[in-house]
């Protein structure tokens, strides 16, 4: 009996805090469904898919659990046709003790969507105990002088089972002193009197052997057995009285072991030995024994362990008080434990999604459940999380809670989120749990490659060696995994004449850039491609960088000579009069470079002269002119050897042979050098005629050049007076081809045609500029007038 009463109060004391009310959103609830105790594991309980009215695969699609308070196991769900099987042998006494109906709540979890349903299964009892007594032998001292009709209480049986089929009567064997009654107490169980029907006589018969007999209410019934041995001894007329028939005391749970519950007191009027009172527990359960002691002369009750409230609200027990001729009193000890607030509040996990799409708003994140085995406010809960995270905790049926996202979550903002979830209860002093649950956020791919630079300026020296590293591009992609790894790709050309295939090449895993062949600077000076990135995301995100590729230029073109032509042809002679001052412009060696910059800075130097520092070389412009006044004792022929020279480095250059021939005047006839006249045999036909064609051209534009020299200054004569000079009306056109320092062909020059008159000569001025385009860009200064020489033509 005391066992079954432990139990029942343990299993009675969790059914009050297994609560889960309605279905999520839904006001319904399952069954209730009822088996018979120690039924086999897999017996069928029922068909939750037909009660909810959903198909076969419906539960299996929607994830359907049962949920058990603490983790239990008695059920078990076959999704695939929704049936509710036994998952183990169910004990009734064990699983709710003397408490009938014994009710089990479970629920049903679907997680899509999102649904609770609250159920409950009876187990029923069967008689499968039988009655069993705390003392298998009672020994009572009953003075042979009792009154008839007195009653002495007797140990009760205990039966695990309830309802029926616990203990409904006490048999006594056939005796001629004794019957025995069968008393109720208000807790609901049964005991048993001995009634003295007929008086004693200790000298006839000083002891009596009975046989207490317990029968439940089964079909058939069980029943278990006791001996009670009767000693019969002296009279003893008075039995102990207690001052209260019954004491109400309250204890906080939280009172240390030893502390004093009550002091219980009864007095006898007898004296002696018959009236000395010894207290004793009557017939306690064996949780009373272990919670409870009393002091067998004091009277003092105290407390053996530490109540708790969440596992036993009250307490009741009988205090026996015997005297010494073995008449005894009792009275009854209830004993209310009072709640307080040791128990923090409990959380309970019954789903979690992890890790969540990023960009998905409103997504169920957890589901829980609160409980808090203390009462009043001791148990009522406030559930909280941080307030700066995302997330949102939302009230479900009753303690149940769903934490939400509140937006859209970003995984680049933050990838993971440590949550805890903290609850309070309401009482004094406020207990608190936290329970810690980490969500992390998979990738989406939401973001495009992202290069360092809009663009790129790639800078590569002309001749390089195929398959050279000429630079790199980067980009970063924000997110993760393979929406991370970025490729690299050429974009096509804008110009569709770049060759950009044979060009460049680039490495698609890390953006190096390669050149595939050897760049020509005078070539090709710069180009300009787009490049590409593109991350591994479905679907895939990309951008764009343009490159551009400056080549640097190389000193690898040797100056060229344009003048005088090097064309293997006849040598060019330039005329010089003999009459010419220093400083006469001779000729120009025009020579361009291939390169750039200070590649292309030419220089000039006279390397060799047949008559040296009669002729000298600007080094800026090429011009030859002469060093000083010619004489008769200068050669007629020279021959002059002209460097021109770059500003690169290593510095290239290239020479030309210029061929002067020394006149007294125009109309001296020309005398080739016998080098060129060897030149001029040698030459082919064609060079022939292009030579007399061009003699030929400039003879007839000479002569008509004079003529109309001559027809001007005579009808000028005729209208004006003598003059020192007659200039033409017109401007004589002549060009002078010049060559830039950067290799370019310059300016041109005009000039005016003066005839001195004379005693039957006149004096030709010519290459006096007029209008000069440009002024030489080396000395800045104007060629000075040449001096006049003798016409011998006779104008």
């Known amino acids: 009996m005391e066992i079954g009463w432990m139990c029942y109060l343990r299993q009675r004391q969790v059914l009050v805090f297994f609560v889960l009310l309605s279905m999520f959103g839904v006001g319904a609830e399952l069954g209730p469904y009822s088996v018979v105790e120690e039924m086999e594991k897999g017996s069928f309980v029922a068909n939750l898919g037909k009660d909810l009215g959903l198909g076969l695969t419906e539960m299996y699609n929607r994830r359907a659990r049962i949920i058990f308070q603490g983790n239990k196991e008695h059920l078990q769900l076959k999704v695939q046709t929704g049936d509710l099987l036994i998952n183990e042998k169910l004990d009734r006494e064990e699983l709710c003790g003397p408490a009938d109906p014994c009710l089990l709540y479970f629920q049903l979890l679907m997680e899509k969507p999102l ?134 005391v309250q204890i906080p749970e939280n009172s240390h072991v030893g502390s004093l519950v009550v002091i219980v007191s009864a007095r006898d009027l007898d004296s002696g030995v018959y009236g000395k009172i010894a207290y004793t527990l009557f017939q306690p359960s064996e949780d009373i024994s272990k919670t409870l002691e009393v002091n067998p002369v004091t009277g003092e009750i105290q407390l053996r362990k530490q109540v708790d409230f969440e596992t036993v609200q009250s307490y009741e027990v009988d205090i026996k008080a015997t005297d010494g001729g073995g008449l005894s009193g009792k009275c009854t000890l209830l004993l209310q434990v009072v709640d307080v607030n040791d128990n923090p509040p409990e959380v309970t996990m019954s789903a979690l999604t992890s890790p969540i799409l990023e960009n998905s708003p409103e997504i169920v994140v957890a589901v829980f459940s609160v409980s808090d085995p203390d009462s009043g406010d001791n148990g009522k809960t406030v559930s909280s999380i941080q307030d700066d995270l995302p997330f949102l905790l939302k009230p479900s049926v009753k303690n149940f809670y769903t934490l939400v996202t509140k937006r859209a979550l970003d995984r680049e903002e933050r990838a993971q989120y440590n949550i805890t979830i903290t609850v309070t209860d309401l009482g004094t002093p406020r207990l608190k749990t936290q329970h810690n649950i980490t969500v992390t956020v998979s990738d989406v791919n939401d973001n495009a490659p992202a290069f360092s630079q809009t663009t790129y300026t790639l800078r590569v020296r002309e001749n390089n060696s195929p398959a050279l590293h000429i630079g790199s591009v980067s980009a970063t992609d924000r997110d993760s995994g393979a929406n991370a790894q970025v490729t690299y790709s050429l974009l096509p050309p804008a110009d569709p004449q770049l060759p950009l295939a044979s060009l460049v090449s680039i490495n698609a895993d890390n953006g190096q850039l390669f050149a595939l062949r050897s760049l020509d600077y005078e070539a090709l000076q710069a180009f300009e491609f787009g490049v590409r990135a593109a991350d591994r995301g479905s679907p895939a995100l990309s951008s764009q960088a343009r490159v551009r590729v400056l080549v640097l230029d190389d000193n690898d073109n040797a100056p060229f000579v344009l003048y005088p032509p090097q064309n293997g042809s006849a040598p060019c002679t330039e005329l010089v009069p003999r009459a010419a001052e220093a400083g006469y412009l001779v000729t120009k060696v025009v020579a361009v470079d291939g390169d750039s910059g200070q590649n292309a800075w030419l220089s000039y130097q006279l390397l060799k002269a047949t008559e040296p520092g009669l002729f000298g070389v600007w080094a800026h412009n090429g011009e030859v002119r002469t060093a000083r006044l010619l004489s008769e004792r200068d050669a007629v022929k020279h021959r002059l050897v002209v460097l021109v020279r770059d500003n690169g480095e290593p510095p290239r250059s290239a020479s030309v042979t210029l061929h002067v021939l020394l006149v007294d005047g125009f109309s001296q006839p020309y005398l080739p050098l016998p080098e060129v006249a060897a030149a001029e045999a040698r030459a082919d036909p064609l060079t022939v005629y292009l030579v007399v064609a061009l003699a030929s051209v400039s003879s007839l534009f000479l002569f008509s050049v004079l003529v109309f020299v001559a027809v001007r200054l005579c009808r000028r004569s005729r209208a004006a007076s003598a003059g020192p000079c007659l200039a033409p009306e017109g401007r004589f056109p002549g060009h002078l081809v010049d060559v830039s320092g950067a290799g370019t062909l310059s300016q041109s020059y005009q000039y005016e045609v003066c005839l001195r008159g004379g005693s039957g000569t006149s004096e030709f001025k010519f290459l006096k500029p007029i209008i000069p385009n440009l002024q030489f860009q080396s000395t800045g200064k104007e060629v000075e007038e040449n001096p006049p020489f003798q016409n011998n033509f006779g104008i």
């Open 115 to 248: 649904e609770i349903f609250q159920a409950e299964l009876r187990v029923k009892d069967i008689n499968d105990n039988s009655p069993v007594f705390t003392e298998r032998e009672m020994i009572l001292r009953i003075p042979e002088n009792s009154p008839l009709g007195i009653a002495f209480p007797l140990s009760n049986a205990l039966d695990l089972d309830v309802g029926s089929n616990n203990v409904q009567n006490y048999k006594i064997s056939p005796n001629s002193h004794f019957r025995v009654l069968t008393r109720k107490l208000s807790d609901g169980r049964i005991y048993p009197e001995l009634v003295l029907e007929e008086e004693l006589d200790r000298e006839e018969e000083p002891e009596i052997v009975l046989t207490l007999t317990a029968l439940d209410g089964g079909s058939p019934p069980r029943y278990g057995t006791a001996q009670v041995r009767i000693e019969v001894v002296d009279s003893n007329d008075n039995a102990p009285q207690f001052e209260q028939p019954i004491y109400k």
